[in-house]
């Protein structure tokens, strides 16, 4: 599940070399890895047309053309730049390529052939050239199929950002390790299926090159997910409390309690104002509700010791009434959603002031717009990828963030990253992330530490909408929640 950055990887290289591991060795393997992916997927194509870079991923580009021309395929080579300019292992593999090459400024796509993009990888550093984004729109045009090298030019292998243009390929082959850019968007959508293969480089140097970015899965949570045991009663499986707004906006809570029950926690209650009360009651049968009208008396309700995690944000209304909850609550484990969110969108340091001081026991879920006003500041800088930003907003705020898309991003104050990529676009319906938070809590109150909750909560979220499948609505989901003791 580590995803390497494309520095980390550089890194991995070096510790590789330094280890005594031929490096010219590892691009030969990582070369005929693209070349056997071009004769497993294209046997009937007329022509591979290898467009090689002034890197080492045009290095492997020319690997790969020599690999292909020795196995009968007809090879069209075009590289960008000069290639007796080319050094270390890239000047040996074009050294050792047989087929001639032309400057790139020659190639036209043409029909019948597939395209091997072995221009820059993942080590892109600033947008493509005009000419190359004209390139990128005529293959586009063209329909000509693309075997991207690591990542699809154009893509940033950090951010997932699109650099001025970039290739959509068909098929990524990339080696040893994914990187974010291959998950997160729009960079996903430009690699096609991804391919994963290991070249020869030891685990230990990878963890040793590797930093905090993993893609979130079982591997993260699954040692972490509660199991009752033969003696467990429902206290033991925690206490629930959601908190909802009025008598017209109580449908987000009913959907956040229903969840966090069919997660597992032993208990949910709903927290309502009177005037809801009748309202949820006629709605909820396991769930449980309690009337808590004001800062008074939930104050009153939490010195019941049995309440384990909490709730607020999914319909409860903005406003000083939330800021008041937030700050009785903020002492225990916490899903800060929604309303609760955008409460302290003009004052967000008394948000974070609440938070500081103690391990991280708050997850906030904030969409796009909501991370804005949250953290304007992080939001609006152009420079950083989505995992980055959730980095910088989890320290300043001391909490786990879950910031929610196609491509979720949790990230937790000690620079733990996980990116989710199990979600289907079916997903996307209202009320979905207020099933979301109710998952979470509910892990939450069964014990789960926090950024194992977030993660487990994101991913089983992703299975729960896949198993519904398309046109699901968000009442389907948690009926469709995958069992917890299935997972490893």
């Keep these: ?75 069209a080579l075009f590289h960008l730049g000069d ?58 045009e063209a329909a000509v199929p693309v075997i991207a090298v690591d990542l699809p030019s154009g893509i940033s292998g950090l951010t997932g950002k699109v650099m001025g243009a970039a290739f959509r390929a068909d098929h990524t082959v990339t080696f040893m390790r994914a990187k974010p850019g291959h998950y ?9 299926r991804l391919e994963v293969f290991d070249i020869g480089i030891p685990q230990r140097i990878l963890e040793e090159a590797g930093g905090a970015h993993h893609l979130n899965g079982p591997d993260l949570f699954a040692g972490s997910l509660p199991a009752p045991a033969a003696f467990s009663h429902k206290f033991k499986r925690g206490h629930l409390g959601v908190f ?27 927290a309502v104002p009177a005037n809801a009360a009748m309202v949820v ?22 010195e019941d010791s049995r309440l384990s995690a909490f709730v607020l944000g999914p319909g409860f209304g903005i406003g000083e009434k939330a800021r008041a909850f937030v700050s009785a609550l903020a002492s225990r484990p916490l899903v800060l959603d929604a309303d609760g969110i955008s409460s302290f969108a003009e004052e967000p340091d008394a948000l974070f002031a609440l938070l500081s001081g103690a391990d991280p026991h708050c997850v906030l879920t904030p969409h796009e717009g909501e991370f804005a006003r949250l953290f304007p500041d992080i939001a ?18 001391n909490a786990i963030v879950l910031y929610k898309g196609a491509d979720t991003v949790i990230a937790a104050p000690d620079g733990r990253i996980a990116i989710n990529a199990d979600a289907p676009p079916w997903l996307a319906t209202a009320g979905s992330g207020d099933v979301l938070a109710g998952i979470i809590g509910g892990l939450l109150a069964q014990g789960m530490p926090t950024f194992e909750a977030a993660c487990a909560g994101a991913w089983l979220h992703g299975q729960a909408a896949s198993r519904a499948g398309e046109g699901l609505t968000a009442e389907d989901l948690p009926n469709h929640l995958p069992p917890l003791s299935a997972i490893s």
């Design 1 to 75: 599940m580590l995803l390497l950055t494309p520095a980390e990887m550089g890194r991995a290289d070096r510790l590789a070399a330094d280890s005594g591991i031929d490096s010219y060795g590892l691009m030969v393997k990582a070369g005929r890895a693209v070349a056997a992916a071009f004769l497993r997927l294209y046997p009937e194509a007329l022509r591979a047309d290898v467009l090689c870079g002034p890197g080492n991923n045009g290095g492997d580009g020319y690997v790969a053309a020599e690999a292909l021309k020795q196995a009968g395929v007809a090879v």
């Design 83 to 140: 290639p007796e300019n080319l050094k270390g292992d890239a000047r040996r593999a074009f050294q050792a390529c047989s087929v001639d090459g032309r400057p790139l400024e020659q190639y036209r796509p043409t029909a019948g052939a597939v395209i091997i993009d072995a221009l820059f990888g993942a080590g892109l550093q600033r947008p493509l050239s005009g000419a190359l984004c004209t390139m990128t729109r005529q293959v586009s």
């Design 184 to 192: 997160l968007l729009p960079g996903r959508e430009h690699c096609g």
């Design 244 to 270: 909802s707004g009025g008598p017209s906006a109580t449908g987000a809570a009913r959907l956040s309690a229903t969840a966090g029950l069919r997660i597992g926690a032993g208990l949910v209650t709903l």
């Design 281 to 302: 009651a006629t709605q909820v049968t396991a769930v449980m509700v309690k009337t808590i009208g004001d800062a008074a008396e939930l104050a009153q309700w939490l």
């Design 380 to 397: 609006a800088d152009e420079d950083s990828g989505k995992p980055e930003k959730a980095r910088r907003a989890a320290e300043r705020a």
